[in-house]
């Protein structure tokens, strides 16, 4: 399920946060979306997500103006996975699953057999079949964050709008999320993840798009936008792009050398 967005600009009150941003991101996408803090990554989510409502242009998600879509209908066009965060209530992880099939439902019906079962099938897509009885307050980051996945998945929704989902993880489950958002795209999912780590877009996504002060700076595949300039320009710092036999990394320069930007 293709989403586009179509001169996107939005202000909070006289700060403008975003400006005439524009892109399409298209089934079996794993799209970046990069930049510092305060490029406008969360804004664009948030808007994305209609979370926030008073900005011009559009955003098409299946040809629907999602300005103008129920809530209902909007629950069958995308799925929102956060940046884990503490448990309020210690729901179960299939409960917590189980959530993501109540657009499905009428008002104060209960999940009955098929949404038991889709919850079923995306515990075990996210391979955490063994965390269903676990309660999520007992859940280390890195499972949480495969939980809210799986709840995303069982949602239905074909594209997948993931807000730092990485950014608090060890190497260990950081790689575990990134794989499977990866596995997701290649099986039809619109996965589109803000991070603030070129690197990981390298090794994971097929596309990166670089926010920088609420422009669209590069967009293109991971190799394109990623470069020793671009990372200069935005982050100000010098780094070494290089290739191994396993693929590409970003290295930093040691204090003291030079580099030609």
Known sequence: MSIEVKNLSFAYKQHEVLKNVSFKAENGQFVAVLGPNGAGKTTLFRCMLSFLKGYSGSILCAGIDIKNAPVREMGKLMAYIPQSGAAVFNHTVMDLVLMGTTRQLA???????????????????????????????????????????????????????????????????????????????????????????????????????????????????????????????????????????????????????????
Do not use: C
């Not at 676990?134 to 998945?153: D, F, K």
């Open 107 to 261: 008002p104060f019906s209960s999940p009955g057999k098929k949404q038991v079962e889709e919850a079923e099938r995306a515990i075990e897509k996210l391979g955490i079949t063994h965390l269903r009885s676990r309660g999520i307050a007992n859940l280390s980051g890195g499972e949480m964050q495969l939980a809210l996945i799986a709840r995303a998945v069982a949602q239905g929704a074909q594209t997948l709008i993931m807000d730092e989902p990485a950014a608090s993880l060890d190497l260990g489950n950081r790689h575990r999320v990134l794989s499977l958002s990866s596995s997701l795209a290649r099986e039809g999912y619109t996965v589109l993840m803000s991070m603030h780590d070129p690197e990981q877009a390298l090794v994971f996504a097929d596309r990166a798009i670089m926010l920088f002060k609420g422009e669209i700076l590069a967009d293109g595949t991971a190799d394109e936008v990623i470069s020793e300039k671009l990372i200069y320009e935005v982050y100000g710092i010098d780094v070494k792009i290089s290739s191994s036999d396993y693929g590409k990394g970003i290295f930093f320069k040691s204090p003291g050398s030079s580099m030609e930007v």
